[in-house]
């Protein structure tokens, strides 16, 4: 007997399917392999999202298929999602190799008939709360690395006047550091800033106040002052990102469930590994750490 090959001869694993191919101006869903009667597109506006929903629905739509596109399916999904459709992303890998050509229409037609023969797999996709905090806590990241480069931007208009607060001070970051750079926007006086300093510090004091004495010039105040008004607006914005984040877990961890507690206080106890500096008098390098951060 002559092996059939073709796909049609598959087993129909999801019913009442649509593929979707995503696109940044519009979208082309397909709800059957006919291109003129089954496929149809739509916009990317809020409006056009929910009359493919409503249209999806009016066909008996259950299960929904597309491609990961590095963010334009978001809203789409949250909108099918809550219209209660079955939304199934998948990577670009799982159906390219299918394709005999490509065009829009091809390519949802394609995804359509890859997922009700059960053929893509589904890609990781984060739950609610993820979905909620991770854009806040990737801006928190981009703001923290914003303002660490704009305390290396001070740095260097402070060599190129050559104040050497990077040979006093190990670290210009710091509480001292960056008073030092406050009172540089204010003041120049050498001994002033010198006075500023932790008394920590390893450097002598006749040191502490040559370093900072600079050879200054008009465009490198401003320049240093620009960037510390941008450093303190950036400070000012993380505080104000710690707020809404901490706001977020809160109502997150209130809406948990109590931790189940256990009778005996032994049982779950793991031994913990005790330092080397147990016992002695002194802290660990761990503690000490942590008390002075």
Not at 274 to 288: E, K
Request: glycine residues 6%.
């Amino acid at each position: 007997m002559k092996k059939q090959d073709n796909f049609l001869a598959m087993p129909i694993v999801h019913q009442q399917v649509a593929g979707i191919d995503i696109g940044s101006q519009f979208h082309v869903v397909a709800i059957g392999d006919d291109p003129k009667q089954h496929v149809q597109q739509f916009g990317v506006s809020t409006k056009e999202l929910f009359r493919m929903a409503q249209w999806l629905t009016d066909n008996q739509v259950k299960h929904v298929a597309m491609e990961a596109t590095g963010g334009y399916e978001k809203p789409l999904v949250n909108v099918l999602q809550e219209a209660g459709f079955a939304v199934l992303i998948t990577s670009g890998a799982n159906t390219k190799n299918y394709r005999r050509f490509k065009s829009d229409t091809s390519d949802a037609i394609h995804i359509r008939t890859l997922h009700s023969l059960g053929l893509l797999p589904p890609i990781f996709l984060p739950d609610d709360f993820s979905t909620l905090i991770r854009p806040l806590v990737r801006l928190r990241k981009s703001l923290v690395e914003g303002a660490a480069n704009y305390i290396r931007r001070i740095q260097k208009a402070l060599r190129a006047g050559n104040v050497r607060l990077d040979a006093v001070l190990s670290d210009t970051n710091s509480v001292s550091g960056l008073r030092v750079i406050a009172a540089i926007c204010q003041e120049e006086d050498p001994i002033k800033l010198a006075a500023m300093v932790d008394s920590s510090c390893k450097k002598k004091p006749f040191e502490i106040i040559e370093l900072p004495r600079g050879n200054w010039n008009g465009a490198m105040r401003f320049e240093v002052r620009s960037n510390y008004r941008v450093f303190l607006n950036l400070q000012a914005e993380i505080v104000e990102l710690d707020k809404e984040l901490d706001g977020h877990f809160t109502d997150h961890t209130n809406g948990l469930a109590e931790p189940k507690t256990v009778a005996d206080p032994t049982v779950g106890r793991q031994k913990l590994r005790q330092s080397r500096n147990t016992g002695s008098g002194r802290p660990s390098a761990l503690t000490h750490r942590g008390v002075c951060a």
